[in-house]
């Protein structure tokens, strides 16, 4: 069955770096778009970073481009985060997901989650 | 990015009661609307795509309607598992957002 495992999570100084990881198993992991999901403490959930198969298109949300970077290693069935500039508002658990690509009118939409990590906890705090 | 609008953010229901939740977009987004389920502690289990149809797994007392800029989730027949926070979310363009949640709790 499909499994995704979240690490790398911790606690991390204002202005530090961490990098997350997600390795998968369970299905043919090159053939995914995958994404990051965060959550931060009693809140919503918000996507922050997408990146397709082939590592050729990724996207981020506004809030943390230019400090955050996803990357995959289709090898190793992993995908990375690193995470730079963290601030006390990344603070958050972060889950890695797997995008099921659905069809409309024959044209391809991903953002569809259809299988989540059990998230990895980060904390930025001095 | 499309703003998404929960209704209502939490409610009190009773096993076996019809519970029904709204999602309202910014824009029209088609039918590309998911509705996703989270218990506490948890990751979120998708439960419905591209507005009405149906993820593997996910019992039918799930259903989603709906379409452009206001989407509904019933559960038909509320269940004691089905104590949840629930979450709307719009694919129609990247970046993909998530409605505030609905909280929905024991009567």
């Known amino acids: 069955q499909v499994q995704l495992v979240e690490s790398g999570g911790g606690l991390v100084r204002p202005g530090g770096s961490l990098r997350l990881s997600c390795v998968a198993s369970?299905?043919?992991?090159?053939?995914?778009?995958m994404s990051w999901v965060r959550q931060a403490p009693g809140k919503g959930l918000e996507w922050i970073s997408s990146?397709?198969?082939?590592?050729?298109?990724?996207n981020y949300a506004d809030s943390v481009k230019g400090r955050f970077t996803v990357s995959r290693d289709n090898a190793e069935n992993s995908l990375f985060l690193q995470m730079n500039s963290l601030t006390a508002e990344d603070t958050a658990v972060y889950y890695c997901a797997r995008d099921k690509e659905v069809y409309y009118d024959a044209v391809a939409y991903n953002g569809n989650f259809d299988n989540w990590g059990q998230g990895t906890l980060v904390t930025v705090s001095s | 990015d499309i703003q998404m609008t929960q209704s209502p953010a939490s409610l009190s229901a009773s096993v076996g009661d019809r519970v029904m939740i709204t999602c309202g977009t910014s824009e029209a987004i088609g039918r590309h609307l998911n509705w996703y389920q989270q218990k506490p502690g948890k990751a979120p289990k998708l439960l419905i795509y591209?507005?009405?149809s149906l993820q593997r797994g996910v019992p039918r007392r799930f259903s989603g309607s709906g379409s452009e800029s206001v989407f509904t989730l019933t559960i038909s027949s509320l269940q004691p598992e089905d104590f949840a926070t629930y979450y709307c979310q719009q694919v129609h363009t990247p970046s993909w957002t998530f409605g505030q949640g609905t909280k929905v709790e024991l009567k």
């Open positions: 369970g299905f043919t992991f090159g053939d995914y778009y």
């Open positions: 591209g507005s009405s």
């Open positions: 990146i397709s198969g082939s590592a050729t298109h990724t």
